[in-house]
């Protein structure tokens, strides 16, 4: 049995949990819910249909945001059970139930007894497994308060963010990661580490995107959903805290509401360290001889950085609604770097020492403006969006470096230094039209338009003299226009979405040298399928495919990265192409009383697959670059899962193993690897009386294999707790990530002519204390998001 049959039989054990048996058909009993005072929906409120001898649990379910639940039964007697936090539970005794049966509004009235107890069940859930995307609700994540969007991420299943700011996805870096669901430059160059985490109300993840989403991302698409608070009247929160090493943090939410207008702003400030270490060990053989180099760098960087997000929606009338806001942020980094080098030649005797002292230092100013307009019908399920955002940004990047060599005959001191100016201006326009031609039937079209232009200025000097290969300046122009429709209908219990999205892409790049100038035009078709299946007993299939696109990134293409380490460069690729992959996935969500479970399969095959190479100088220098390769497939099985054993508490744990073939060859040499590795992550909230709460996670990564290199596993616990004062409108929450200080890199590389030990530890263990306090909004109240 090879791989793949493995991997199915271990998904159809998950999907055969519970065969139904013949039995009469099912019909459907829906109903909403709401507050009894407020007449709003209450959204998460647990649904459960009860025997009548035992209270067996036969069916359960939770409400939308609309307060509508349904659920399918077999004709019989019943109890029905709705519940909700801070609520009094109803019970509907001895319902018959012959034929499809809407039960009306169901109205539950609060609990001044409730409120003050324990309970986990009925707030709205961490995770929301879905069969299009996973929704993780970090608004209230104990974990990262205090933190950034990085911080965020990195407690997201599947999801990790490394040293450098890069996103990966169930393993894979070639992900688009969006800010309420369009692009931002502050996803790129490390910018999410600018995004207080205090600004986040939910992360979804889209492994396999319908062509509503743009085709750029090969491996998904994680959006990440900004708060805009909308309570009525004058409402907000006040945030500070502190952490160890230095995390002082503040954040000010406020907004107000009338009948016509709401205005909602948020600013904030944090100044932040962190320490890094990394050890690199290196033998080179040349002419019969092996010399040795003992390298360490320590670092200590301290980033303070300064937002402000302000807007409003105008509600020109009941149909119509126009909304303004502008975001800014301002990035100071001050990093300074000691790096020693110490050579040994063939006789393992000390030859030669290097010392290295880099002060960095770079301000970073992004600024966002966007105009948004939302039409809506007399047909409910008609809607016409349009958007319109400019994003401006730019930095300067400035490196002093001083080094001294002390060799056994002579002491030698030189300086470097370097700086480099960038700036971009990028425009982005979407106008989608929602329709309904039946009940179950819809119908979306949209086009969109993204222009990019970036430039970079960059120059370097050795004892005060311009160094001509480093000086230069980079011309980048990227215009995508795109147009999509799809349609999607159900059948009884089946149901399909077809969507077909095109997509025009002009890209040119050049310097100032004339060293090159290229230009890239091509057209491609993106189709995508998603078909699902619901079966009795609450469970659904899905499978879905979709072609994708992933254009390099400006930093894969810029030749000049910066010379902290003239002995081990990154240098970007101005010639590399895009990578295409055809995605398949098939799914399950199955409910089993307290437990969800989601497990997955899935496969991507990738052409043009690119990867980071590796090479030596004549000096014995290392250079890591960019190049197209041939292919890769990977394959693999993702398991999510949550258990409520008591009201109190709540599990989770997600599994995801995958199996994956990289080959390729560049400059006449073939490069290839095949390996597997698995990650997986446990989760755990528990509430105890006097509002006081726990929350903890264990993450691990296994080791892994590239072309070139093997990546040691390693693993990271989080904890969290957190307590409630002044009858919840202050909350003190202490968190520490990283517990045992195990986040460590360890990557070895053997070729025939060298070998490459490295071990980098980026973050330490971080602590971190923040206090939040809350004027005329509850601590459960609901913001309204941008998407709503």
């Not at 994540?141 to 700011?165: C, E, H, R, T």
Request: with cysteine; glycine share 6%; proline share 3%.
């Amino acid at each position: 049995m090879n791989n793949v049959e493995k991997l199915i039989l271990i998904f159809l054990i998950f999907c055969s949990l519970k065969s139904p048996a013949q039995q009469a058909p099912e019909v459907n009993i829906r109903g909403k819910v709401l507050d009894n005072t407020t007449q709003q929906p209450l959204e998460y409120a647990g649904i459960t249909l009860l025997s009548l001898t035992g209270n067996k649990i036969i069916k359960t379910a939770v409400t939308d945001k609309k307060g509508e639940f349904s659920l399918l039964a077999s004709p019989g007697q019943y109890h029905l059970k709705i519940e909700f936090i801070s609520y009094k539970t109803v019970l509907l005794e001895n319902k018959q139930i012959k034929e499809a049966t809407n039960l009306g509004n169901i109205l539950l009235q609060e609990d001044v007894k409730l409120l003050k107890s324990v309970d986990v069940v009925g707030e709205k859930s961490t995770v929301e497994l879905n069969l299009d995307k996973k929704v993780f609700n970090v608004g209230k994540d104990l974990i990262s308060k205090g933190g950034s969007a990085n911080d965020i991420l990195n407690n997201v299943p599947s999801v990790s963010v490394d040293a450098n700011g890069g996103v990966s996805l169930r393993g894979n870096g070639s992900v688009r990661v969006l800010i309420n669901g369009k692009p931002s430059m502050l996803t790129a160059n490390n910018g999410l580490e600018q995004i207080p985490a205090s600004n986040i109300e939910k992360v979804e993840v889209i492994t396999n995107p319908s062509a509503r989403y743009e085709a750029q991302g090969g491996g998904g698409i994680i959006n990440i959903v900004l708060k805009k608070n909308a309570q009525g009247g004058l409402n907000g929160s006040v945030q500070a805290g502190l952490g160890d090493p230095v995390n002082y943090h503040s954040n000010v939410n406020l907004s107000y509401k009338t009948e016509k207008f709401n205005l909602f702003s948020n600013v904030g400030g944090r100044s932040r360290d962190f320490y890094a270490e990394e050890k690199r060990f290196q033998t080179t053989t040349k002419n019969g001889l092996t010399n040795t180099l003992r390298q360490q760098n320590r670092q200590k960087r301290n980033d303070d950085t300064y937002n402000i997000y302000v807007g409003g929606d105008y509600y020109i009338n009941p149909k119509n609604t126009v909304t303004g806001s502008f975001y800014h942020s301002t990035l100071f980094n001050r990093d300074t770097t000691n790096f020693g080098y110490a050579y040994y030649n063939g006789g393992n005797t000390l030859d030669s020492a290097i010392t290295r002292f880099e002060n960095y230092r770079e301000p970073q100013r992004y600024n966002q403006l966007e105009l948004n307009y939302v039409k809506t019908f007399d047909n409910k399920d008609q809607k016409w969006t349009t958007n319109l955002q400019y994003d401006f940004w730019n930095d300067d990047e400035n490196q002093d470096i001083s080094q001294q060599k002390n060799a056994a005959v002579s002491k030698m001191i030189s300086r470097l230094t370097s700086r480099n100016i960038e700036s971009s201006d990028d425009i982005y326009i979407q106008s989608d039209f929602v329709t309904a031609f039946s009940k179950d039937s819809r119908f979306e079209a949209g086009i969109r338009t993204d222009l990019r232009a970036i430039r970079s200025d960059y120059q370097a000097k050795a004892d005060g003299i311009l160094l001509g290969k480093y000086n230069n300046k980079l011309k980048y122009d990227e215009n995508l226009y795109s147009a999509y429709m799809q349609y999607g209908n159900k059948i009884d219990k089946f149901g399909y979405l077809l969507g077909l999205r095109a997509e025009l892409s002009h890209i040119g790049i050049s310097d100032r040298a004339g060293t090159f100038n290229n230009n890239k035009n091509y057209l491609n078709l993106f189709p995508t399928v998603h078909l699902t299946y619901k079966l009795p007993e609450s469970a659904e299939f899905q499978l879905s495919y979709s072609r994708r696109i992933n254009r390099p990134q400006f930093w894969q293409l810029n030749p000049f990265s910066g010379l902290s380490d003239t002995r081990n460069l990154t240098v970007g690729n101005p010639d590399l192409d895009p990578t295409y992959t055809n995605s398949f996935e098939f799914s399950l969500i199955k409910r089993l009383g307290k437990l969800n479970i989601n497990p997955s399969i899935y496969y991507k095959h990738t052409t043009n697959y690119f990867q980071f190479v590796i090479e030596q100088t004549p000096d014995g220098y290392f250079v890591s670059t960019p190049v197209n390769l041939d292919f890769e497939n990977r394959y693999g099985l993702e398991l999510s899962s949550s258990y409520n054993p008591f009201g109190w508490w709540r599990l989770s744990w997600d599994f995801n193993y995958y199996k994956y073939k990289q080959q390729g060859a560049y400059e006449g040499k073939n490069y290839s690897a095949e390996d597997q590795t698995w990650f997986t992550r446990i989760g755990s909230k528990m509430k105890f009386p006097k509002n006081f709460s726990i929350e903890s996670s264990f993450n691990y990564t296994g080791k892994k294999q590239d072309i070139q290199s093997i990546n040691k596993a390693q693993y990271r616990v989080d904890m969290a707790a957190s307590k409630d004062f002044l009858k919840d409108k202050m909350s003190f929450t202490l968190g520490v990530i990283n517990v045992f200080d195990s986040m460590v890199d360890k990557r070895i590389t053997n070729t025939d002519t060298y070998h490459l030990e490295s071990e980098s530890r980026r973050i330490g263990r971080l602590v971190s204390a923040t206090v939040v306090y809350r004027f005329n909004r509850k601590k459960d109240d609901k913001d309204r998001l941008p998407d709503e």
